[in-house]
């Protein structure tokens, strides 16, 4: 039985690197069932102390040499950079019912199916097309779909109650909530780049504003989460970088991958990267405020956009990640993955395109210590 999406990537022998799948594993209950890892700031999230329990779980079940890095992903072009472990958190006890239990002690839930690499007939070079498979289709014009990306009605979605307020994206990663404004802002931040860190509550660690993360160090654990959005591992040739990035249309149409590159000690032109599972371009449907993102500055970024109906597109979005990850430098031929799509897959992946309330996948990646 499948527990992970391992990356089939010449990356070298001191990189790990996978993708979690919401069976399997975890103790959250539906809509986020059940290895939910993310999705638990506001009042329409998971229960946090399960979702504390599931991310120790994951150390645990899956031997992580530290405790993840997680971020406050904010659809932004922040990166960060650890040179140390994180310290785990205290494990607070279950609020809402369900609980957590020993990660130790934890059988597999249901279980996966097992993966095919590549499960959609029909995809093309390096398109990544995915098939339909009969399953809803995507949302039409005006409905938003809270995918974590943006609207396709061509604007922004309105936050929900309860959001923090600081973005047009709700958080998909972290604990408590950032302060609203007005409210103060702490000190204690832990090497980002250009990053703000908010207060958090007494006992609960800070987590950089970012989309990205860098380390060269081995045992140093960086996590992205996502539910739709890429997930792009990068890593040196040689085994001494690495670095995970998550990127909605907002950020990588901003830059996010560019940024990550930007924040790396290793030339582009030596480095590998894996794009995990996402929404894939037959599934994604999107407005014009998306094709314009992207086309606007790119006129040749329309190869990447199939139109549908009227001031509408299925949007292929590691073809566009392909597309401008060359652009800054990399090789095409080093650039793998895509293939696999979230909103085409409910047994597997979490979708908010597909479900609207839905949990978060993460994609670990670290240095193997000793392994270089």
Avoid at 102 to 131: E, I, Y
Avoid at 237 to 262: C, I, V, Y
């Amino acid at each position: 039985m499948s527990d992970r999406i391992l990356p089939a990537v010449p990356f070298p022998a001191s990189v790990r690197a996978f993708t979690t799948l919401r069976c399997g594993a975890g103790a959250s209950a539906p809509p986020f069932d059940t290895f939910n890892l993310g999705n638990f700031r506001d009042a329409a999230g998971d229960d946090p102390a399960v979702v504390a329990g599931n991310r120790a779980e994951l150390v645990a079940r899956f031997g992580l040499p530290s405790w993840p890095h997680w971020l406050r992903q904010v659809h932004g072009t922040e990166v960060a950079r650890f040179e140390e472990a994180a310290r785990p958190p205290p494990q607070p006890s279950p609020a809402r019912g369900g609980g957590s239990r020993s990660a130790a002690a934890m059988p597999s839930v249901g279980g996966c199916p097992d993966l095919d690499p590549f499960p959609h007939a029909g995809k093309g070079g390096h398109g990544g097309f995915a098939a339909t498979s009969g399953l809803p289709p995507p949302p039409r014009g005006g409905e938003d779909g809270r995918s974590g990306f943006a609207a396709t009605s061509g604007l922004p979605p309105p936050p929900r109650a309860g959001e923090d307020g600081r973005s047009g994206f709700a958080a998909t990663s972290g604990l408590p909530p950032p302060p609203r404004a007005g409210e103060g802002r702490g000190g204690g931040v832990s090497g980002g780049i250009g990053v703000s860190v908010a207060a958090s509550p007494p006992l609960v660690p800070d987590e950089p504003e970012a989309d990205a993360a860098v380390t060269a160090t081995p045992g140093v654990v960086l996590a992205i989460l996502t539910a739709d959005c890429l997930p792009v591992v990068f890593a040196a040739r040689d085994g001494s970088e690495l670095a995970a990035a998550h990127a909605g249309w907002p950020g990588l149409s901003a830059g996010m991958l560019e940024a990550t590159l930007a924040a790396m000690r290793t030339p582009a032109r030596d480095l590998v990267a894996w794009i995990g599972p996402c929404a894939g371009p037959r599934r994604y449907e999107v407005g014009r405020n998306v094709f314009e993102a992207f086309t606007g500055p790119d006129p040749g970024a329309r190869t990447a956009f199939v139109p549908t109906r009227e001031g509408h597109w299925l949007a292929d979005l590691p073809a566009l990640a392909r597309r401008r990850l060359v652009a800054a430098g990399m090789q095409a031929t080093d650039i793998h993955g895509g293939e696999l799509c979230t909103i085409s897959d409910p047994a597997r992946f979490f979708s908010h395109r597909r479900d609207g309330r839905s949990g978060r996948l993460a994609t670990i990646a670290w240095l193997e210590p000793g392994a270089r």
